[in-house]
């Protein structure tokens, strides 16, 4: 089975800054897919980025960058330019290799709620 | 992207009454559809997963005969919580992936907040 720990419950930074949110994981397996995934007041979840494990660049969607070690299972998210709107919950979370229909299911860490400050 | 929607946003029941979710995909067949569970400022956890024309598959320690999945389409699978009590309430989200695309992204639905009283 899978784990996947955020141990930030929260953060805040001032509009503009920098942020780096935390995100750690345990499998055995050598294939998956790791991902960001906002939940704003709304709660609608939102795909932020994913990474492939197999991909060894790290990927990137505008001002959201991922730091993805695999040897030491780390995946944390760097936003940059924060904005108003980046507040929200956010989820890291792991998707087993999709070889197997029916195998897409995600496990979620407890997440971080990030308020960016104006 | 791929839309999924859920319906209703929002139900408040009385206990002991059933309740229905739908969770449909508007432009794509989902043969698999997976449903989540979340409690105030708590993550999301696996139900079980909802596979078109048969049985759904559930995770160790959610009751099957408590919550019901039907996916009797390639659009809609529905939850149905049967026999609901006060600790039943809570936000159930429902996701699908998107197969003929063959990428990895999950697409969620809006969300059903349950309150059972």
């Known amino acids: 089975a899978q784990t996947v720990t955020q141990s930030q419950p929260e953060m805040s930074v001032q509009e503009a800054e920098t942020v780096t949110l935390s995100c750690t994981y345990d499998t055995s397996e050598s294939n998956y897919y790791l991902f960001w995934y906002k939940q704003p007041p709304s709660r609608q979840m939102i795909l932020v980025i994913r990474q492939e494990a197999y991909k060894q660049q790290n990927a990137t969607e505008n001002r959201f960058s991922v730091n993805f070690q695999k040897a030491a299972k780390s995946f944390s998210l760097k936003i940059s330019d924060s904005q108003l709107g980046d507040t929200a919950m956010y989820f890291c979370?792991?998707?087993?290799?999709?070889?197997?229909?029916?195998?897409?299911?995600?496990?979620f860490g407890t997440g971080t709620r990030l308020t960016i400050i104006p | 992207g791929a839309v999924v929607s859920q319906h209703p946003s929002w139900v408040i029941c009385k206990s002991g009454t059933s309740v229905k979710i739908e969770c449909r995909s508007l432009d794509f067949q989902a043969t698999t559809m997976f449903w989540y569970r979340q409690f105030p400022k708590q993550s999301l956890m696996l139900m079980a997963t909802?596979?078109?024309?048969?049985?759904?598959?559930?995770e160790q320690g959610v009751e099957k005969d408590k919550f019901l999945i039907n996916h009797a389409s390639l659009t809609l699978s529905t939850l149905t919580v049967t026999s609901a009590h006060p600790e039943d309430s809570s936000f159930y989200i429902c996701?699908?992936?998107?197969?003929?695309?063959?990428?990895?992204?999950?697409?969620f639905g809006q969300g059903t907040r349950l309150t059972v009283v």
């Open positions: 979370a792991f998707m087993p290799s999709i070889s197997n229909f029916g195998n897409e299911k995600l496990t």
């Open positions: 909802s596979n078109e024309g048969s049985k759904a598959t559930y």
């Open positions: 996701s699908a992936p998107d197969r003929v695309q063959m990428n990895t992204e999950a697409f």
